[in-house]
DNA sequence: TTGTATGCGTTATCAT
DNA sequence: ATGATAACGCATACAA
């Protein structure tokens, strides 16, 4: 079942159903009917393989993300998806895990199937320390249209869309600082450009208030409830004086709240707490949770309407900001 | 660059060139790597829509969920997609949203597409009242394999995997009546298939122990916290006595927690919680939730299985089914 | 407004 | 073991 039938069916050649297809106006309407009504009496579905060879698209494109289970990564690719499809893109989804080799692979992979263009989803992708090898992501550029949501990558061909993490950070220590706290502990997750924004953040409002910061008041953890519990109790029981938590991710924070009920700390009136990303992990703790948010969903919405603005041969600023807010719930008092 | 740039270089055919590309066993060592080096000098990456259009096939499986950020259909995805991977397809992926149009929409924009086959994530994608109208999945089945993950059809074309949810809520509910339970309430959120065998599994346990359970007891609640918290404190109200809650998904049951909690009511003393689905929310509540464990990982590494057996020419069983289990947390102590 | 002819880059069939 | 050539199904430049 081909264009062929169908134009032999309604008696005219081929590149007028190939023009009643593509829905160019010079067809007059009897024969457009004509062809239609062929197509539909053969249950004609155009062959999008045959298509895409010869406009060499197939109006596809690629969502790299590390973990498309994780929660945050989860909003931001179904965002992705839904906004892609309203532009009739689809979305071929690549869950790389974070091994740099893994990465790359996944990178060359969507090239070979001839994507029009990468969205890399999450903060994992570049590696911002000087003299890291980013290669893999600026190779790509070359040849396809490149977005990173939530990482930042000079380049030509490379669109960075994020969220002003440093700010929102720096505002809700000062805020707290304002409060009256002044024993800090801040835990996060990743050295990542977005990381180490968030990390920034605090201590630049530590600085501005004239706070020292020991090592022990900023951590390094693993994304766990447990891992952040643990650590809070490691140097609760050290004798490390806190009243006041920030967390680079919700789940950091939800350990916080778990470290608090479990020795007997009254939140917030003892300890106000602060996380990340405002997921549903915030509504779950009791008290709630005051979470920063990253607005995943204006993240991706514009790192979708970028991507169709390149392709569509405009130009772009490479940079793209919004801004968080800090959503209140009961974690906090200030 | 093309298959006669390369043939040219290494001054062979074509034919030759696409031999060397697949492996083909008839070629002499000595002009496959003459070609082997023609194709790196030029650099050359086969054309991935000229290949579809001869095989007919991009390797590509179409994954349909209604909603990707879901915890549990966002775990099932991203299963799914690393299988996928693991056998050389990509994964197209679709969020439906609820409505039918779209389930529809999508549903033929896939086949459109040209994908292998699809799998269907959810139990959201067929509809068991007797009557309904399921044909746009058995429509497709003529055409590719589907796979309903978490969802029954019966169809020649048509795989189902899915979880004893019945025998699981049974057993749950059994053991709580062992335990000395008679007040038990149970929250869905769902009529699908999978959630009518969760309430069924629930009435059996209590007819087989000679319960009576009046229609207060068994709520169909929106899947969110505050709906589940809601509906409690209003039947806490209606002096309705209650000390277990079994559920068909996780945030009600933390719904159930912060109920207890903000009537002061001691869990597990007083009132024992069952979840379901085995979520992150199960480790984020104080105490943290026991919850059934439905077992994504497996049931989506069986679709992946089945549906490329099947597309490998082999013949499968229609049905497929994983046993969940109860994992035991602070919320239980029986 | 409509038709003819060609190119897109493979794979596969048939010779040799 | 290798080569010539025909599909595959569409879009489009050019002709009429």
Chains 1, 2 share one sequence.
Request: charged letters at 20%.
């Amino acid at each position: 079942m081909n264009i062929y039938d169908v134009s032999k069916k309604a008696g005219v050649s081929i590149a007028t159903v190939s023009r009643v297809l593509n829905g160019n106006h010079n067809v007059s309407e009897k024969t457009r009917s004509k062809v239609i009504s062929a197509m539909k009496e053969l249950d004609y579905t155009p062959n999008i393989f045959a298509r895409g060879l010869g406009l060499n698209t197939m109006k596809t494109i690629g969502i790299m993300c590390t973990d498309s289970s994780d929660t945050y990564l989860a909003n931001a690719v179904y965002y992705v998806e839904q906004k892609l499809r309203s532009f009739g893109y689809d979305a071929l989804l690549c869950c790389t895990g974070n091994d740099y080799i893994n990465k790359k692979k996944y990178m060359s992979l969507l090239l070979s199937k001839r994507v029009d263009g990468i969205i890399l989803i999450g903060s994992q992708f570049v590696n911002n320390s000087p003299g890291s090898d980013n290669s893999y992501i600026v190779d790509a550029s070359s040849e396809i249209p490149i977005i990173l949501v939530n990482g930042y990558l000079a380049g030509d061909n490379i669109y960075c869309v994020m969220c002003n993490d440093h700010d929102a950070v720096y505002n809700a220590a000062s805020d707290m600082i304002k409060a009256g706290h002044r024993d800090f502990v801040y835990l996060y997750t990743s050295t990542s450009f977005s990381g180490m924004n968030k990390l920034r953040g605090f201590k630049d409002a530590m600085d501005e208030a004239g706070i020292h910061i020991d090592k022990d008041r900023f951590h390094l953890c693993t994304k766990s409830i447990s891992k952040s519990n643990d650590y809070l109790s490691f140097i609760y029981e050290k004798n490390v004086p806190f009243d006041a938590i920030l967390t680079s991710d919700d789940s950091l924070a939800v350990g916080a709240v778990k470290f608090a009920y479990k020795h007997g700390i009254k939140v917030p009136d003892e300890l106000e707490i602060v996380g990340y990303n405002n997921s549903v992990l915030a509504n779950c703790t009791e008290p709630e949770l005051s979470s920063i948010d990253s607005k995943v969903e204006q993240l991706s919405s514009n790192a979708v309407d970028l991507l169709m603005e390149v392709l569509g041969g405009g130009s772009v600023s490479n940079i793209n900001t919004v801004t968080a807010d800090l959503i209140k719930r009961q974690t906090t008092k200030f």
